[in-house]
């Protein structure tokens, strides 16, 4: 199995006044710009994917929307898994998708960090820190328990807007 971690584009700085809930903290103008114009070069090393999972945050569930325009990625499924740091938990969800050769999960660091590092060396603390509109690839090696992946790539949203050819 491929998944592909991805990390929400740029948005609006915590703010309780303007979202006391700030799981209705949106993406900015630039942030939605320019991750369009990475999502643009993300399709060029990862054209389909087979299953996206969003946390249901404004900010990462818009920025799967526009994995959905702009990659051509299927629409996204609301996954609160992506909004608490249960490592567990989230590796259960994408377990029960045993179909799928792909899977994509947008959210939120730290736990995308702690997600990924776990996966990629059981054992060790986080080493690893996503930019936000940054993606990894990870391939699964084996079956084994726990689950063990290989990272394949990192790109950094600069990286897939120099990718886009926009």
């Known amino acids: 199995m491929q998944l592909y971690v991805v990390r929400h584009a740029m948005a609006e700085d915590r703010d309780r006044e303007k979202w006391p809930d700030d799981s209705l903290r949106p993406l ?3 942030g939605v710009r320019r991750f369009r114009r990475a999502a643009s070069g993300l399709r060029r090393v990862a054209p389909s994917v087979d299953v996206v999972l969003s946390s249901p945050y404004l900010r990462a569930w818009d920025t799967a929307l ?6 051509g990625w299927p629409s996204p499924v609301a996954c609160p898994e992506l909004t608490v740091d249960d490592v567990q938990a989230l590796l259960d969800v994408i377990e029960s998708f045993d179909q799928a050769d792909s899977i994509a999960i947008i959210g939120h660091e730290p736990y995308l960090s702690r997600f990924t590092s776990r996966l990629l060396s059981p054992g060790w603390g986080p080493w690893l820190e996503f930019r936000k509109g940054g993606v990894a690839q990870l391939e699964q090696i084996d079956d084994s328990e726990p689950a063990r992946f290989e990272l394949r ?3 950094t949203p600069k990286t897939l ?3 886009s050819g926009r």
């Open 28 to 30: 900015t103008k630039r």
């Open 66 to 71: 526009i994995l959905e325009d702009d990659a």
């Open 153 to 155: 790539w990192l790109l």
């Open 161 to 163: 807007r120099r990718l």
